[in-house]
């Protein structure tokens, strides 16, 4: 009987300290689980974070990065604003030496009045007695400002330039100006376009890769048949206007250095 006894108070001293364990888990899950409710942000809480996340990520995709990039207007060059957007900007080609190269172009192309002659062109003589009686002979025929053709020959170009890789089509680029330069000739001026080119390539890296395109243009590969197709479009859409040869000679007009960059956004 004594034996029952004590065994009946060790199983229920047993049984008391597994119910006492029990409660003090539920006590500790339940003080974890308020915890981690108090951790919990409200509804109120929530909005206001989620707002702020939209207000910056708003001024985020709104932000522009601006780029150290020249400013045509800035400098002269109206007529090439377009251009220079068209190439410079939208693809982002603001790598060196082609950058300060494609715009050593735009200002050589601007500041002087390079032009094509007309091959069609009617050349008309005239014989004129200046004021000392001297027969004075002059030649009036259409020519093609080598500037309207350059333009619209690159813009006639882009999206076949853009589907080579970035070096080649910026070397294509390039060539467009070598292109349009050896049909032209300098208004008034003995500089020969040869000696131009010569000038503007030298010492530029890509000047060897520049001229073998030159070439094949020259020669009509298919590769690069769209300058000359670009150029024979120019022909037919761009103005001719018209020359006389009696005017005075001017030098060539070639800046000596490179106008400033400016931080601007694109």
Known sequence: ????????????????????????????????????????????????????EE?????????????????????????????????????????E?????????LLLINDNDFMIIDPYSKVITMNVRDKYNKVQTSKSYQVYSTKDIIKHMISYCMDDITRFNKKDAQNLLISIFIVALKQSVHYLSKD?????????????????????????????????????????????????LPYNDSEVSKALEVRKELPQKLLQSI
């Open 55 to 95: 207000d910056l990520l708003y001024e985020l995709n709104t932000h522009k990065v601006r780029y150290s990039l020249y400013n045509p207007n800035f400098q002269g060059l109206h007529e090439f604003n377009s251009i220079y957007k068209l190439v410079v900007h939208d693809n982002l080609w603001i790598n």
């Open 97 to 105: 030496p082609f950058h300060s190269k494609f715009y050593e172009f």
């Open 192 to 240: 020969v376009p040869q000696n131009i080119i010569d000038k503007m390539l030298k010492d530029y890296k890509e000047a060897l890769a520049i001229k073998n395109i030159v070439h094949m243009v020259e020669t009509e590969k298919e590769k690069v048949y769209f300058i000359q197709e670009a150029l024979y479009d120019a022909f037919s859409v761009v103005e001719t």
């Open 1 to 52: 009987m004594k034996l029952f006894s004590n065994t009946l108070i060790i199983v229920g001293t047993i049984f008391l300290f597994y119910y006492l364990y029990k409660i003090y888990k539920l006590y500790q899950e339940e003080v974890a689980k308020e915890k981690e409710e108090a951790q919990k942000p409200s509804l109120l809480q929530i909005a206001i974070q989620e707002a702020l």
